[in-house]
């Protein structure tokens, strides 16, 4: 499967627990029934996977945990607070550097509406010319 096909699957995925659920509850529920929907429908899905990396000279072998790792492709970091802050992108943007990954998503689902708290961060990913995934749009872009 193509990354734009993963992530759309994803954040259908999503918008369907964020339907059922709504918002406001644990983290570790939302990372728990995504993580379960993804396996059903037959996604590879680690969660709170340890990452390790090598920085000048010094290696860490849980340098961080990413929420989930989908297909060995695509990073999950889960939210559930009001707003996300512009850190949580930075957060997600150096996971995706450190592991050498193209595309991230930070999904918030302590937004009131879904579409308010999901953001598709990429490093260096260039989208598939049939892409049906448009999230969100700043300034008549498409990310």
Known sequence: ????????????????IHNGLGPG???SVYECVL?????????V?????????DFIGLHFSEGFRCDLL???TIVVELKSVEKINPV????????????????GLLINFGSAT???GLE??????????????????ISGETI
Do not use: C, W
């Open 120 to 137: 598709r961060v990429v490093n260096h990913h260039q989208p598939s010319t049939s892409s049906l995934l448009r999230v969100n749009k």
């Open 25 to 27: 509850l644990l983290e």
């Open 35 to 43: 993580a379960k929907i993804l396996t059903e429908k037959g996604f």
């Open 88 to 103: 949580h992108k930075k957060q997600l943007l150096t996971y995706l550097r450190l592991m050498n990954l193209e595309v």
């Open 45 to 53: 899905v680690e969660t709170q996977k340890p990452i390790s990396f």
């Open 1 to 16: 499967m193509e990354i734009d096909e993963i992530t759309g699957a994803i954040i259908t995925a999503a918008i369907d």
């Open 114 to 116: 879904l579409k308010e």
């Open 70 to 72: 989908v297909n060995q």
